[in-house]
């Protein structure tokens, strides 16, 4: 069975200062492992897919990367409007359906 | 291009009552995933449509059900509410590659 772990469950920055989150994972074939960002009462909306153990991915002060357990959200000069969970979500082919197995999400909270 | 589009936003139902959401897919999106998400939970796997015919199920029980309609918009029934059921229900929908779910910003559902 497929299973995301993300940590930590929450974290509190002060505007500027840089940080990571995890996700780490343990899925049988790995097919895409995706980060979204959702803030509160809304859908998740759709940040990097990466593929590859290796592949990293950029967007703005956002950058994901990859390895063959585990993969990293790091914030770079984070600002207010970033404040939101992150969850992060893994495919594996199973069956014949894409399903999506996410994790319990990261709560960001980016102090002014 | 429109998003993915769910209503209603929010609904409250009796313990026991029979509820159905709506979801119209992105446009060009020939398949729709349904998911609950608990609160501070990552969302979780329903099921899954494409081209009309359920091709994926998670771990939820038959009185949870859909339809996919010609044009691709979705439909999730959920019979005899239980408390338990109270969440944020999300769709989602893709062209069928495993890059880039859209999600509907979901419907609210309490069951009191």
């Known amino acids: 069975e497929d299973q995301v772990t993300q940590s930590p469950e929450a974290l509190r920055l002060q505007e500027g200062e840089s940080s990571s989150l995890n996700c780490s994972y343990t899925v049988s074939g790995l097919r895409g492992l995706f980060w979204y960002r959702q803030d509160p009462g809304k859908g998740p909306e759709f940040l990097f897919t990466l593929y590859s153990a290796g592949e990293e991915k950029e967007k703005e002060r956002l950058k994901a990367t990859l390895t063959k357990k585990e993969s990293f959200l790091h914030i770079t000069a984070p600002k207010p409007e970033d404040s939101a969970t992150y969850l992060c979500a893994v495919h594996s082919p199973w069956g014949s359906a894409r399903q999506l197995t996410f994790g319990s999400g990261t709560q960001l909270t980016v102090l002014p | 291009e429109t998003g993915v589009t769910q209503s209603p936003t929010h609904l409250i139902k009796t313990r026991g009552q029979q509820v159905t959401l709506r979801c119209s897919s992105q446009?060009?999106?020939?398949?729709v995933s349904w998911y609950q998400q608990a609160l501070g939970q990552g969302p979780q796997f329903i099921f899954q449509?494409?081209?009309?015919?359920?091709?994926g199920r998670g771990n939820f029980p038959p009185r949870f059900s859909g339809l996919q309609f010609p044009n691709y918009s979705s439909e999730l029934n959920v019979n005899a509410l239980e408390l338990d059921d109270s969440a944020l229900y999300l769709c989602a929908s893709t062209s069928g590659t495993i890059y880039g779910y859209t999600f509907g910003s979901g419907t609210r559902l309490t069951v009191v």
């Open positions: 449509y494409y081209r009309e015919e359920e091709n």
């Open positions: 446009s060009g999106h020939n398949t």
